[in-house]
């Protein structure tokens, strides 16, 4: 048997092979449980920092329109699209968007990220997000 701290890629191809094989008594249940939930966590963490990315874009988009550009045009749609991909493929991060603390964190992060990116002070930019998640989804908005 593989231990799971030893060798964590050969603990899951064994723990793998082991559900393929009903062996159901040989699994190691406790950190297949926490290996489940960290798929879940890694979504999260996945579709905030892309939140993050977009909404750092967005103003930078409003806030240096002498500096727009195709690559912040670029970041902009990708982020866009993947963000659209992670809520298709699962739903269940729909509630996420809907919170008022994930959105506050998403919006720190935006915060530290644009002020680091742009030299601005933080008092540069609104403290909490002015755009609702409709036209930071929409791709014919582009902030003036």
Known sequence: MVSYNADIIAWANEQARLLRAGQFDALDIEHLAEEIEDVGKSERREIRSRMVVLLTHLLKWGRQADRQ????????????????????????????????????SVWAGSLDMVVKETGLPFDAFPEECPWSLEQIMNPEFWPD
């Open 69 to 104: 550009g195709n690559s912040w045009r670029r970041t902009i749609n990708v982020q866009r699209r993947d963000i659209a991909d992670c809520l298709r493929v699962t739903p269940s991060l729909k509630p996420d968007l809907q919170s008022q603390e994930w959105w506050e």
